[in-house]
Each structure stands twice: as C-alpha cells, then as structure tokens.
C-alpha cells in the first residue's frame, strides 16, 4: 500500500503552460507539505498545510497555488510555467508535531522546455 | 540561508566497513533531528530520529550521534551492505519552527562490494 503517491511522475510541458500535480496520502495524518528538489539537490519547502488550513507559506512565486480539498489531499497547481521552475516536487505528510518525521512521495519530475 | 550543512557530498565505503555521514547546523533553537536515505527515482525515506534529550539513539545497524555543544550529529551505518548506498540527508526542526524542517543537501553513500 502506498502511504504518500503523488501523479504524474513524470511531467515535461513548455513554457507558458498550466499544470497539476496531484498528492494523496493514506496515513491518517493531518499535515501535508510540498517541497521542491532544485538541482542543486536542496530539499526546500514550499507549502504545509494542517488539515485543510495553509499554515507554511514560503517564498514562493504566485503562479504556484495549492490547494487541499480534505485532510487527505494535497495539490500543486503551476500557472504560466517558466523554465526556472524545471525541478523534482515531493510531497510529504506527518502528523501536526514538530518532532513527527514526514513521510514523502516518490516526487514528480517536472521539465519546462 | 542554510540553516542544515552537509559538506561531504559523497563518501565511499567498503562492504562491512564504517560508513559515518556527518550533518552541521546552526540554529541552537534545533532540537529534533532526522535521517533520510534516498534512492534514484523515489522519494526520501525516514531512517532514524533523534531528540535534543539524547545524545545518541540507535536502531539496527544505524547509529545517530548528537553533538549539541558543536552542533553537530552523525549517522554511523555499520556494518555497511552495498544496498545502504543512497543519497542521505539529515533535517532538523525545533517546536518554534512548526512543522517546518530544515534539510541539508545529502551526501552520497557508495558501498563497494
């Protein structure tokens, strides 16, 4: 059983596009995140969300909206795609502690050509 | 600003030898620090946990090792198997952060048979 799965895997889209990537998790936990992998390979968060309530909001630009419709689902929605934003994103999920560890997707590799 | 370095990225073991795999921070306000061990194409996997209460905290064949006073931890995989070569990254959090964790850039581990 999947605990975090996140589609597609695999996204390449040209510039100027809108795409969606979608994350479900099946723990029971009540806070989701999404991070992003850049090539540097830094894992840095973007957005964490506590059942439904954004509570993480990092620098981020605009153009990515999340968007939780219950406890269990967190997704990413990318307006006016730019080459910059070519990355891996991974979304996670915990319970709402500080010292609970995140459960991670397997990510979804996104190339803006 | 980095707030979790690793600064080896990449280290080489023999089989059944030591691997050590170091992590430095610099937020004293830290005080829940996590491994993860990744592989190509999937997502970071939680390997062991330590909190500020304890300098040491050992699971199986992993071993995290907390240094608070230099703000340092390690993790020892001993003996090491050729299939702990992954991609490992050290996070920390602290009550003040949120849910909010911190990640170094990985350091890869590769264990030759």
């Known amino acids: 059983d999947t605990a975090v799965s996140q589609t597609p895997k695999y996204l390449v889209t040209q510039m100027g596009n809108d795409k969606s990537i979608k994350c479900e998790q099946n723990?029971?936990?009540?806070?989701m995140y999404w991070y992003k992998q850049d090539s540097k390979k830094f894992l840095k968060i973007m957005f964490s969300?506590?059942?439904?309530?954004?509570?993480i909001n990092e620098t981020v630009p605009n153009r990515f909206s999340p968007k939780s419709p219950d406890k269990a689902h967190l997704n990413l929605h990318i307006n006016s795609l730019e080459l910059g934003d070519s990355a891996v994103y991974f979304c996670?999920?915990?319970?709402?502690?500080?010292?609970?560890?995140?459960?991670f997707g397997n990510g979804t590799r996104l190339t803006v050509t | 600003d980095q707030q979790v370095k690793q600064n080896s990225p990449s280290l080489s073991v023999q089989e059944g030898r030591i691997s050590i795999l170091n992590c430095d921070y610099t937020?004293?306000?830290?005080?829940?620090f996590l491994w993860y061990k990744k592989y190509p194409a999937e997502g970071p996997t939680f390997l062991i946990s330590?909190?500020?209460?304890?300098d040491k905290n050992e699971d199986g064949r992993f071993t995290v090792f907390l240094n608070k006073s230099a703000k340092h931890l390690s993790l020892h995989i001993v003996p090491s198997q050729p299939g702990d070569s992954a991609v490992y990254f050290c996070?920390?959090?602290?009550?003040?952060?949120?849910?909010?964790?911190?990640f170094g850039t990985g350091t890869s581990l590769t264990v030759i048979p």
């Open positions: 996670a999920s915990s319970r709402r502690s500080y010292n609970s560890p995140l459960h």
């Open positions: 723990l029971g936990h009540d806070t």
């Open positions: 969300y506590n059942n439904k309530e954004l509570i």
């Open positions: 937020n004293s306000m830290f005080d829940y």
């Open positions: 330590i909190s500020s209460i304890k």
């Open positions: 996070a920390a959090s602290a009550l003040n952060t949120g849910n909010q964790f911190y």
